[in-house]
């Protein structure tokens, strides 16, 4: 009997922030990454914080200012303040998307993440709920231990949908009847896209307007309330 999958981005959908945004923040703090690393996104994170910017401006320029000063760092010492921040903020998320993963994962489904954040702390994070399999950004490391910047499989990792046709090309067990896909921003489209059902969680103002169009399931979380559009 073949089993049904549901699939999850994590930053803005479980995980109330970015494990990105959470992990430079503490790369910095701990000395690991220069404290002038800061500069590189404050403008963006005050236009975002502002309503004169966007997130993906401001996410893009946390992605910039990590992979600017990832090289030569030890994966040790990256592991070690990877675990502090899950450790920290494993229990900062929604109810909504918490409480769906319990659920489905009750009922049998296959539950995967798909993240752009680094996989080594989605990996710690995602065990926290249960998470069957996890992809995310793999960064490759050199003789020494050490990053070198590089990203392996960047070109998977960019588009949702292909880690979606990949794991029912490679796990027959799996089937798409029954699937379901849960995300947040525009970029998660190709996700929505590849399941039966999509559900949009908290979208921003681009996915919530191609949701209305295609008949999805908008659901907004807001202090204690759970809303269904």
Known sequence: MQQSVAFFDIDGTIFRSSLLIELV????KDGVFPAEVTDMYRTEYTAWRNREGTYDEY???????YLSHIKGVHYGVFADVGRRVVSLHRKRVYRYTRDLVAELKSKGYYVIAISQSPKTVLDAFCKEYGFD???GRIYEIGPQDQFTGNVTDEHLIENKANIVKRVFEHHPELTRTGSIA???????????????TAICFNPNETLYKYAKRMGWKIVVERKDVIYHL
């Open 59 to 65: 996410i893009g320029a946390i992605i910039d200012a």
């Open 182 to 196: 849960v995300g947040d921003t525009d970029g998660d489209i190709p996700l929505l896209e590849s399941v039966e």
């Open 133 to 135: 399999k996890v992809y």
């Open 25 to 28: 923040e503490a790369l910095i």
